[in-house]
């Protein structure tokens, strides 16, 4: 459980981190990692490698029970949540009436039961928002006593399979409830990297002592939320409130593939969530204005959030939400928004940078092949 320290929570996992001479900073309300000693590069670099275990419990874990779970969850997002298989995980959004996205989210389903993990920043926003729309015969229950951490890289089955064989049997989105050396846990074969992986969450009395054992096997470093980002954005995955927010639509956000088919105007439970007449209304007319697109620099000059994009002419046509300089790809990614004329593969905008005006393609998001095991 998150313990106060001034206006700062600390995971249960803060005394280790600090034991192992981690750079901690102020994160959505919480006392995180940034990077450990090997430093965010090596750190990156080793997770693409190797495997990589991250500290994410400022993430809201959430149980919803309750026989008309799924079909209220439904009601707030536009996915399938009803005929979600028991044992698999599916990423949704919530959306406002506006039909901007208030969060991204992964759903469960338990069984008996509705598993959701909403990101840090939004966690007392969202448990708000579906307590006030889940309505009666729906129980949310607030998992603040467990942590979560995510294991990540190439090595990582192998890693965790000496610990528990049964880990290697799951496939990319599935979850399951898994004894791990004597602990309850829930265990998923996914994560934030683009590399197949497992986010694994644990009672908070239990979360160090299982750390220290993952950290015992030797393809496993601690790595910080640094590395965490330049990861998650060579794979083009959004970070909330960057990429996406409460302006931007799913298809601005290109995120047309997560509204299911059945909530599509000719679904078999179509519509039905908040902002439906407008989400639908843009996949029929394609009448958004922008879209959010990934960005290939040149050279080895970082374009960061913030920077402004224009066209050969010097007209302004777009901004930057996430950029960095990749390290698996030696070459400055990022993401953003540009008007839609501007969004074909292969076009070359420029981002201001220090008074420059540096030359970016915008390309395919991963920009690195992702590995998810799909068996």
């Known amino acids: 459980m998150a313990q106060a320290q001034g206006e700062l929570n600390r995971t249960p996992l803060y005394d280790l981190h600090v034991e192992l001479g981690a750079k901690m900073v102020p994160f959505a309300g919480y006392d995180m990692p940034v990077q450990y000693p ?11 490698d190797a495997s990589g275990l991250f500290d994410v419990s400022h993430m809201g874990q959430v149980k919803l029970t309750g026989a ?26 919530f959306t406002n009436e506006d039909g901007g996205i208030m969060d991204d989210l992964m759903v469960t389903n338990y069984g008996d039961w509705i598993y959701v993990v909403v990101n840090a920043a939004c966690k007392e926003q969202d448990i708000a928002h579906m307590r006030a729309n889940l309505g009666e015969g729906v129980e949310l229950e607030e998992l603040d006593d467990r942590a979560l951490i995510a294991i990540q890289g190439p090595k990582t089955a192998e890693a965790l399979s000496r610990i528990q064989p049964a880990v290697a049997d799951l496939v990319f989105m599935d979850s399951r409830i898994i004894e791990i050396d004597g602990v309850e846990c829930f265990v998923s074969r996914s994560g934030y990297t ?17 750390t220290r054992l993952f950290l015992e096997q030797p393809e496993i470093e601690a790595i910080g939320l640094g590395a965490r980002d330049s990861l998650r954005l060579e794979s083009g995955l959004c970070l909330y409130g960057h990429d996406i927010d409460t302006t ?48 290939l620099g040149e050279g080895r000059a970082p374009v960061r959030e913030g920077t402004e994009l224009f066209d050969a002419e010097g007209n302004k046509i777009g901004v ?16 953003g928004y540009v008007e839609t004329a501007f969004s074909p593969l292969e076009t ?20 690195i092949e992702q590995r998810y095991y799909r068996g």
């Open 194 to 210: 683009g590399e197949d992986g497992y986010e694994i969450s644990i009672p908070a009395s239990e979360t160090e002592r299982l």
């Open 348 to 367: 070359v905008v420029y981002a201001e940078v220090r008074g420059k005006k540096l030359p970016m393609t915008v390309s395919r998001a991963p920009f």
């Open 68 to 93: 008309n779970a799924a079909a209220a969850l439904e009601k707030l997002v536009p996915v399938d949540i009803i005929d979600l298989p028991v044992g698999k995980q599916r990423y949704a959004l």
């Open 38 to 48: 090997l430093g965010v590069k090596k750190e990156h670099l080793h997770t693409r």
């Open 248 to 295: 931007t639509t799913p298809l601005e956000g290109s995120l047309i593939w997560a509204i299911s088919k059945c909530r599509r105007a000719d679904g078999e439970r179509a519509g039905g969530f908040p902002g439906a007449e407008k989400i639908l209304g843009q996949i029929a007319n394609k009448d958004w204005t922008r879209k959010r697109v990934g960005l």
């Open 320 to 335: 930057v939400t996430s950029g960095t300089f990749g390290p698996t790809i030696g070459a400055p990614v990022a993401m």
